[in-house]
């Protein structure tokens, strides 16, 4: 299952007005990425909005 949602690579580009990934995969990690439901991404990278704040303190 993706989680796309979730990583920090995941961003909303207001030209096309949809969402997309910032990371740009080859051919053969798009096939596996679009054919294999349990596909865990190399690149995912959890966004944590609250990180930056936990380390000011």
Do not use: W
Not at 25 to 43: G, I, Q, S
């Amino acid at each position: 299952m993706s989680q796309c949602e979730n990583c920090a690579n995941y961003y909303f580009d207001d030209e096309s007005e949809e969402y997309c990934c910032d990371i740009n995969l080859d051919e053969d990690e798009m096939m596996r990425f679009l054919t294999n439901k349990n596909y865990h991404c190399p690149y995912f990278r959890l966004d944590d909005e609250y990180g930056l704040v936990r380390k000011q303190n």
